[in-house]
Antibody, heavy 119, light 107 residues
Framework: EVQLVESGGGLVQPGRSLRLSCAAS????????MHWVRQAPGKGLEWVSG????????GYADSVKGRFTISRDNAKNSLYLQMNSLRAEDTALYYC????????????WGQGTMVTVSS | SYELTQPLSVSVALGQTARITCGGN??????VHWYQQKPGQAPVLVIY???NRPSGIPERFSGSNSGNTATLTISRAQAGDEADYYC??????????FGGGTKLTVL
């Protein structure tokens, strides 16, 4: 079964850090570019960051640039998001998603992990 | 930065055809993807590269893209089609862009 499972979310104070993980199974992980997409409560989808299959190309939304770092470990079939200097506006459900290429659709999605930034 | 504009809501009578638009500057030159998201669930890809359906998506779902507007068309709408729908493109300056989403109501 093709699957993405996120973990690492939780309640964190403003200014603190959190690391999200995404475990992939059921498909060839290193054939895919991987992305993080978030959704604030009651809001739409917002792309956060993406990484190519070999980590050679990385991009960030302006809203997280300089604070978040995406990485992957193909040997472990895993994707990560290191989130530093968290703000209240980072509160959202964070989805891990896979796309076959840089301009391809996100055809595999996880169920998400919730991050709440609050004092 | 590149922006995509969707109507906040679209209503359709049961069994009729719903059309959800996605506006963007010269969007016809880009590949548009569409996602369906039901409450409490992750998004699901329903159309990729303007008009292609992934396996398992009913033929009732179709897409088109030209000029400044892409359109998702849902024929013979069913109650189970009620969901939020998002368009998405890749842009060289903004990377991945999602539309604001459209809530489809089946009456």
């Amino acid at each position: 079964e093709v699957q993405l499972v996120e973990s690492g979310g939780g309640l964190v104070q403003p200014g603190r850090s959190l690391r999200l993980s995404c475990a992939a199974s059921g498909f060839t992980f290193d054939d895919y570019a991987m992305h993080w997409v978030r959704q604030a409560p009651g809001k739409g989808l917002e792309w956060v960051s993406g990484i190519s299959w070999n980590s050679g190309s990385i991009g960030y939304a302006d809203s997280v640039k300089g604070r978040f770092t995406i990485s992957r470990d193909n040997a472990k079939n895993s994707l990560y998001l290191q989130m530093n200097s968290l703000r209240a506006e980072d509160t959202a459900l964070y989805y891990c998603s896979a796309a076959a290429g840089p301009d391809d659709a996100f055809d595999i999605w996880g169920q998400g992990t919730m991050v709440t930034v609050s004092s | 930065s590149y922006e995509l504009t969707q109507p906040l809501s679209v209503s359709v009578a049961l069994g009729q055809t719903a059309r959800i638009t996605c506006g963007g500057n010269n969007i016809g030159s880009k590949n548009v993807h569409w996602y369906q998201q039901k409450p409490g669930q992750a998004p699901v890809l329903v159309i990729y590269r303007d008009s292609n359906r992934p396996s398992g998506i009913p033929e009732r779902f179709s897409g088109s893209n030209s000029g400044n507007t892409a359109t998702l068309t849902i024929s013979r709408a069913q109650a189970g089609d009620e969901a939020d729908y998002y368009c998405q493109v890749w842009d060289s300056s903004t990377a991945v862009v999602f539309g604001g989403g459209t809530k489809l109501t089946v009456l």
